[in-house]
């Protein structure tokens, strides 16, 4: 992956010398990790309560109601919890082979064509999150849920904040990206590898 951050609290810039992160960036990679974090806790909570389901199917003829309606829930919650952790650490599914060319052997293309792509990201967030601001009033106004009256009901509007939350993590996330492929000034190694393409 061609991602102009690391993990830690410095980053690698194009000439190898390491860069300190500010405080907010740290603040905001312990953010995105914790809402990974989350997401796991709520995976494992869910593979907890099919199997008390599924032991309470079997052993007890008891099924837990709502258990389908729940998991529905959970997957979008889930994958809107690590979707920005997911960007962060360069998981996230992209086809970065031309681009890591162009940084190797043309860097101030390379940036260029990062910036690009992380715009790219930061529009499709913004028309995403937008969306979801607009489905999460609705479902709070209208009092929208899941389930059926006298059996089990579940509200839509927690989740549909949790998506709005993890959109705008990533959105975040891709500004960031694009902030530091600006930031980075080209070195004397890029102002030769740009020399050498033009001949």
């Given at each position: 992956m061609a991602d102009p951050i690391s993990d830690g609290t410095t980053?690698?810039?194009?000439d190898g010398a390491p860069r300190k992160t500010g405080v907010l960036s740290t603040l905001f990679n312990k953010g995105v990790t914790g809402l990974n974090a989350l997401g796991?806790?709520?995976?494992?909570?869910?593979?907890?309560?099919v199997n008390c389901d599924a032991f309470g199917r079997?052993?007890?003829n008891h099924p837990i109601e709502g258990v389908i309606e729940i998991i529905e829930l959970s997957v979008v919650g889930i994958v809107f919890l690590q979707i920005a952790?997911?960007?962060?650490v360069g998981r996230l599914t992209r086809s970065d082979g031309l681009l890591n060319i162009a940084?190797?052997?043309?860097?101030?293309?390379?940036?260029f064509m990062g910036v690009l792509w992380e715009a790219m990201g930061i529009l499709f967030m913004?028309?995403?999150?937008?969306g979801s601001l607009i489905l999460l009033s609705g479902s709070i106004r209208n009092?929208?849920?899941?389930?059926a009256d006298g059996v089990f009901t579940f509200p839509e509007w927690p989740v549909k904040t949790v998506i709005v939350v993890g959109c705008a993590a990533t959105l975040l996330q891709f500004c960031v990206?694009?902030?530091r492929y600006l930031r980075d000034k080209p070195t004397a190694t890029d102002q030769v590898a740009d020399a050498q393409r033009e001949f």
């Open positions: 980053a690698e810039k194009t796991s806790v709520w995976v494992l909570f869910v593979m907890i309560l079997t052993l007890f952790d997911a960007t962060r940084l190797a052997n043309a860097p101030r293309l390379g940036r913004a028309i995403v999150l937008w009092n929208e849920y899941v389930g990206f694009a902030t």
